[in-house]
């Protein structure tokens, strides 16, 4: 798991642009805050004045039973308005090396790791997988070079959409 030099040379000239790329991701997704935060049924991120985000993707939750409509069609009809979006995302916690508790190296680390492998039980997470399956989605603001035009255009889909469902 050893970095090379060549990565870690591109590595450094990257983390000189690091507060510029997450300023452009702030400010895009601030004005989508302020956009989208009208809408009914829709929940977007709320950042407290003394915390601040990155903004790698910018995630949202439907309210399911004020809306009455299914994530699937929603988002259905944001893409049809090339709103690039993805719905769910990873739990951890279903991935195989917590589930089948799969080990690196011999000494079984690191679920021997203070007594870890007794006290670990898979368990369910039921909001997390009620957000994975039905109401979470995410617009991912760094997988984009996003201008404010396009988050203008974003803002007017979802108000579309939203108009078209006839959300109140």
């Known amino acids: ?5 060549l990565e870690a ?12 790329i997450i300023s452009k991701f702030q400010k895009l ?7 989208l935060s009208k809408l009914n049924g829709l929940k ?3 950042i407290n004045k003394h915390f601040t985000h ?9 309210d399911l039973k004020e809306l ?5 069609k929603i988002v259905d009809a944001l893409k049809a308005e090339g709103v690039p979006l993805g719905e769910g995302y990873l739990n951890i916690h279903t ?5 089948k508790k799969i080990a690196y190296g011999t000494k079984n680390f690191p679920w021997k790791l203070n007594n870890l492998n007794k006290s670990y039980k898979h368990k369910k997470c039921l909001i997390a997988e009620e957000l994975h399956n039905k109401s979470y989605f995410a617009l991912g603001i760094a997988s984009y070079d996003l201008s404010i035009k396009d988050i203008d255009s974003i803002i007017k889909a979802f108000e ?5 469902f006839k959300f109140k």
């Open 1 to 5: 798991f050893r970095m090379g030099e």
């Open 9 to 20: 040379a591109i590595g450094i000239e990257q983390l000189k642009k690091l507060k510029n």
């Open 29 to 35: 997704s601030h004005r989508l805050i302020k956009g």
């Open 44 to 46: 977007v991120p709320k």
């Open 54 to 62: 990155s903004f790698y993707a910018f995630p949202m939750v439907l």
């Open 68 to 72: 009455k409509v299914n994530r699937k």
């Open 95 to 99: 991935l195989p090396i917590f589930k």
């Open 160 to 164: 579309k959409v939203w108009k078209s």
